[in-house]
Each structure stands twice: as C-alpha cells, then as structure tokens.
C-alpha cells in the first residue's frame, strides 16, 4: 500500500487527478518537482490569449497551461493545484464546444447559401 503525503494522496491519485484532466508530465523539475502541462490547454491559450485568473496563479510568471508538482505538497498546496487543474479542464472544455458551435454555425450557413443560389437560378 502506498503511503499518504501530506495532502492526503498518494502519488498515484495525484497523477491520475492530473491526467483525468488533461495533463501530462512534460518534465522533471528541480529536485523533487515535475511540470505537467495541458497541451490542449496551450493551444487555446497561446491562440486566444487566455488567461489564469489571478487568485489561481501562484506566482504572476505562472503560464496557464502548466502546473508544478511537487513530490510531497502539503494540503493548501495539493488544493491549489486540483483547483488550476479543474479551471484549465473547464476553459478546454467550454472553448472546445464555442469552437464546435462556431463549426455548426457556419455550416449551416453554408447549407443556407447554397441552397438560396440553387433555388434563386
């Protein structure tokens, strides 16, 4: 049986809460560290320019898409941490369906025009 940290987690929860939403580890940090980032996350970010809200950030250089996780984070840490990751999940998710009704939309508009140019002549 694995131990718990001081989060109240094993490594093994944390990482599986890390990639059910969307993260996975890119590399290893300093020390006992790993960065995990969204790539999804990255794209929409780096193409939409968005933005961590402020209170989520832990240091203002802090990117959206990445989080840092230590081997060993204390509860306040660990709940930092789940709380970005849910964010991040929740803005993929939300601009994915914008970006899935903005498809629909044009389509249908498509449809619309050619069908108005076929019955028009």
Known sequence: MASKSKSGATVEERERFLKDNGY?????????????????????????????????RNNPAQKAWEIVLPYNPASGT???????????AMSVETSSMALEQEAERKRRIAEFRTAREDKCT
């Open 78 to 88: 660990w709940k930092a941490i789940q709380k970005q990751a849910e964010w991040c």
């Open 24 to 56: 996975s580890e890119d590399r290893s940090g300093k020390g006992s560290h790993a960065v995990w980032v969204n790539e999804q996350m990255k794209s929409l970010a780096l193409a939409r320019a968005i933005e961590m809200p402020e209170n989520l």
